[in-house]
């Protein structure tokens, strides 16, 4: 069993920045694909970027230039940088480890709020 857990959510405004990060239980070797999804209130879970073992990203397109997400192969931590936020970003992020076989983790969430 793999745990995750995410912080670094909080309070920012437009056009601020936060940086999130994911820590898992497992050193992230490259077998493991890491992503962060978000879910706005009162909105389905979407995906928003993610990190594969072998270095690859891939982002949503509302957040295509501004996020940012980086891992650490060596260690247990994945970053979500999030540069030039908007109201829309508002929602919960969620961290999700994904293994080679298919077998997922999921964090609880960390919040994220912007507001002026």
């Known amino acids: 069993q793999v745990h995750i857990v995410e912080s670094g959510g909080g309070l920012a405004q437009p056009g601020g920045s936060l940086r999130l990060s994911c820590t898992a239980s497992?050193?992230?070797?490259?077998?493991?694909?890491v992503g962060w999804y978000r879910q706005p209130p009162q909105r389905e879970r979407e995906f928003v970027a993610a990190?594969?073992?072998?270095?690859?990203?891939d982002y949503a397109d509302s957040v295509k230039g501004r996020f940012t997400i980086s891992r650490d192969n060596a260690g247990n931590t994945t970053f979500l940088q999030m540069n030039d936020l908007k109201l829309e970003d508002t929602a919960t992020y969620y961290c999700?480890?994904?293994?080679?076989?298919?077998?997922?983790?999921w964090g609880k969430g960390t919040q994220v709020t912007v507001s002026s």
């Open positions: 990190k594969a073992g072998g270095g690859s990203t």
């Open positions: 999700k480890l994904r293994r080679i076989d298919g077998v997922e983790w």
């Open positions: 497992t050193t992230l070797h490259s077998v493991y694909t």
